[in-house]
Nanobody, 124 residues
Framework: QVQLVESGGGLVQAGGSVRLSCAAS????????MGWFRQAPGKERVFVSA????????AYADSVKGRFTISRDNAKNTLYLQMNSLKAEDTAVYYC?????????????????WGQGTQVTVSS
């Protein structure tokens, strides 16, 4: 079983930066595709970014492209999301997810394991 725990969220001003972390336990994630999703109040959970098991490929939603950077440290079993130039519309609960079958997808169903989420609030 895989446990994922996000951290690093909080309140930040528009234009600011935040780095989210997702620490995994229970199993090494070095062979898993990893992703970030977010859910704003009253809206569905949506794809933000994904990264292949070795970091060789990354993907981003158009809304965050050029502002967010996904990365991973397999030695630390940790996933990151660097969020720059934050906007009010980035306010959401951010979830990390793990895909044991390396589908590198953008759908919720592509991922097997989920964290509990961390709140990011951007004030304008």
């Amino acid at each position: 079983q895989v446990q994922l725990v996000e951290s690093g969220g909080g309140l930040v001003q528009a234009g600011g930066s935040v780095r989210l972390s997702c620490a995994a336990s229970g199993r090494t994630l070095s062979t898993y595709t990893m992703g970030w999703f977010r859910q704003a109040p009253g809206k569905e959970r949506v794809f933000v970014s994904a990264i292949t098991w070795n970091g060789g490929r990354t993907a981003y939603a158009d809304s965050v492209k050029g502002r967010f950077t996904i990365s991973r440290d397999n030695a630390k079993n940790t996933l990151y999301l660097q969020m720059n130039s934050l906007k009010a519309e980035d306010t959401a609960v951010y979830y990390c997810a793990a895909d044991s079958r390396r589908r590198f997808g953008a759908q919720l169903s592509d991922y097997d394991y989920w964290g509990q989420g961390t709140q990011v609030t951007v004030s304008s």
